[in-house]
T-cell receptor
């Protein structure tokens, strides 16, 4: 069974469009994250959610908005897409209190803005 | 600003050799230092992690060495294999906080048969 899944795997869209990426985890974790990996492979935290509450919001444009309908899902909405938004977006989850605090990553969504 | 610095950017090692990747950090509040392995087209996966109360942790062929005073830690891969070819990321976080991982810039390791 897939622990952290993301849809779609690939997303190609034009500048100015609005798009969403969905993430689901079946691990029962209480914290979920969104990371952005740019063309140079640099991974940067964007958001994290704990029990449906946004607990940190890094300096990302407000065109990006995370939405968590329930503990197992954290979706990423992006408005007015720009060329610089092209990247691979990873969802991850972890469980507070577990010995290793391991974050489990999804397979990623490659977003291409043309 | 880059909270965790990683080197080298790329590394080529012969099969059976030792791969060494180094990382350094500035924030002394960091208390959890994992290494993640990423294969092309996949998400990062935890390889091994260490906390600052120990200076070394070994799991199979993978060893983390940690120097708290120097604020440095490194990954050693013994008897490197072609299947180890991947991108390796060091990271750091504060476990009592949001546990957000701050990643290094990554090292692309190629193990030549």
């Amino acid at each position: 069974d897939t622990a952290v899944s993301q849809t779609p795997k690939y997303l190609v869209t034009q500048m100015g469009n609005d798009k969403s990426i969905k993430c689901e985890q079946n691990l029962g974790h209480d914290t979920m994250y969104w990371y952005k990996q740019d063309s140079k492979k640099f991974l940067k935290i964007m958001f994290s959610y704990n029990n449906k509450e946004l607990i940190i919001n890094e300096t990302v444009p407000n065109r990006f908005s995370p939405k968590s309908p329930d503990k197992a899902h954290l979706n990423l909405h992006i408005n007015s897409l720009e060329l610089g938004d092209s990247a691979v977006y990873f969802c991850a989850s972890s469980q507070e209190g577990e010995p290793t605090y391991e974050q489990y990553f999804g397979p990623g969504t490659r977003l291409t803005v043309t | 600003q880059q909270q965790v610095k990683q080197s080298p950017q790329s590394l080529i090692v012969q099969k059976g050799g030792i791969s060494i990747i180094n990382c350094a950090y500035e924030n002394t509040a960091f208390d959890y230092f994992p290494w993640y392995q990423q294969f092309p087209g996949k998400g990062p996966a935890l390889l091994i992690a260490i906390r600052p109360d120990v200076s070394e942790k070994k799991e199979g062929r993978f060893t983390i060495s940690f120097n708290k005073s120097a604020k440095q830690f490194s990954l050693h891969i013994m008897d490197s294999q072609p299947g180890d070819s991947a991108t390796y990321f060091c990271a750091a976080s504060i476990e009592t906080g949001a546990n957000n991982l701050f990643f290094g810039t990554g090292t692309r390791l190629t193990v030549i048969p």
